[in-house]
């Protein structure tokens, strides 16, 4: 049995974050593309900066699968600085001397935003498999209406990486007008295959844990923790190039001279991978696991059009910047070329990097030179076309 104290912490996170919260009525709901209404709804987010008197420096930044509102803070849960604070910050790419930025909780999120974890109103009960499945779309819409509430009418950009990029994605189709740059990074239009079935996996690593419940672990004052750190084991693989493992890890053994023959974590690379496991039961719920995976396995923008991507872009006057890892495997470069072709056939204004390291999907939340130096540069061009300067 999981120790009450990080139960009651997660439910706590889940309904009353340690971040701003806006609560939306029950008559303004958030319509998801389940066809099922969610009244009343909360977005949990953070800023940083000041808006200025025009609210034309505002950026959005998107979270990935497993972060969160904490982009630029001391993480509430962890105490560890934020997910971006490579990119965000006082005199960083993302200026928050310069700029107004904001970075809200997904929906299906466990940190403040309405997830599976939020108490359902109807019940007094956390939510769990009650609340509808999530899509990329509703996520944006969320954070739409969170927008409305600030009163901004266009972000000056909407950033992210990996799912977060989807987002951005997402928002440049559903919303052109309000968005006047975008920097989708190492991410796809489209959830592979392959990426499916790594989810997959996690998510049965999660449902095959005895303390799943079918998902109603909180009422029962338990926890799949060993499923979902599972799960996170698995996936965090598919962060990392093997280049990276090898450089880090090899085959070095873990606290010993001589393999145990047992069972027990030999390899270095095996203790890592437990700690990583370990680390984010602390942080993450469960169910929020599987919703946000699934969120990602439906995007498919442009089966949203006809089957063609170009059309969602078709006459934006977005800028965009599209940034690829020439060792990310998870969402390779030809996801973004294939991003880039659809945006030149829609006549749209955009710029393509492909960055050449060995550190894998992980490296745009990393200390990349060249991942700072072009968004450094792309900002200040769009900058000075949006009159920022």
């Known amino acids: 049995m999981a120790p009450m104290a990080n139960l009651q912490g997660g439910l706590s996170e889940a309904d009353n974050p340690n971040s701003l919260i806006v609560r939306f009525p029950e008559s303004d709901p958030l319509i998801t593309d389940a066809g099922v209404d969610i009244s009343p709804f909360a977005i949990a987010y953070q ?45 960083k790419p993302i200026d928050t001397d310069r700029y107004f930025v904001i970075c809200s909780n997904v929906v299906g999120g466990c940190l403040g935003t309405t997830g599976p974890a939020s108490t359902n109103p109807g019940t007094g009960k956390p939510y769990g498999l009650d ?57 796809a239009a489209r959830h592979s295959s392959q990426n499916i079935a790594f989810h997959e996996v996690g998510r049965q690593a999660i449902m095959a844990d005895p303390n799943w419940l079918g998902g109603r672990y909180f009422e029962n004052e338990v926890r799949p923790t060993k499923g979902l750190a599972v799960a996170r084991m698995a996936a965090h693989i598919t962060y990392l190039s093997d ?43 469960a169910n929020s696991y599987l919703y946000v995976t699934r969120a990602m396995d439906y995007f498919d923008l442009a089966a949203d059009y006809d089957g063609s991507l170009a059309r969602a872009f078709k006459g934006s006057k977005t800028r965009f910047c599209i940034v690829s890892f020439t060792s990310d ?59 920022l300067a």
């Open 47 to 91: 800023t940083y900066g000041v808006l200025n008197a025009a609210k034309s420096n505002a950026i959005l930044i998107c979270h990935a699968l497993t972060g969160d509102q904490h982009v630029a803070n001391i993480h509430p849960v962890t105490e560890k600085p934020g997910w971006w604070s490579t990119m965000v910050g006082p005199g």
């Open 131 to 187: 609340l509808p499945v999530i899509t990329i779309r509703d996520m944006v819409r969320a954070q739409a209406k969170l927008i409305d509430h600030l009163g901004i009418e266009q972000l000056f950009c909407v950033a992210g990486g990996s799912m977060g990029g989807m987002q951005v994605l997402q928002w440049a189709a559903s919303y052109p007008q309000r968005v006047f740059c975008a920097m989708p990074i190492a991410t």
């Open 243 to 285: 280049e990276a493992l090898h450089r880090k890890f090899g085959r070095k053994l873990q606290d010993r001279e001589s393999p145990t023959f047992s069972f027990d974590a030999d390899f270095q690379i095996e203790s890592y991978l437990r700690h990583q496991g370990s680390s984010f039961v602390e942080r993450f719920d």
């Open 329 to 387: 495997w998870l969402f390779p470069t030809s996801n973004s070329r294939a991003i880039v072709h659809a945006l030149n056939a829609g006549g749209a204004s955009v710029s393509f990097v492909e960055i050449e390291t060995d550190r894998g999907h992980d490296a745009f939340l990393l200390d990349v030179p060249e991942l700072l130096a072009t968004s450094r540069g792309f900002l200040e061009s769009a900058a000075r076309a949006r009159g």
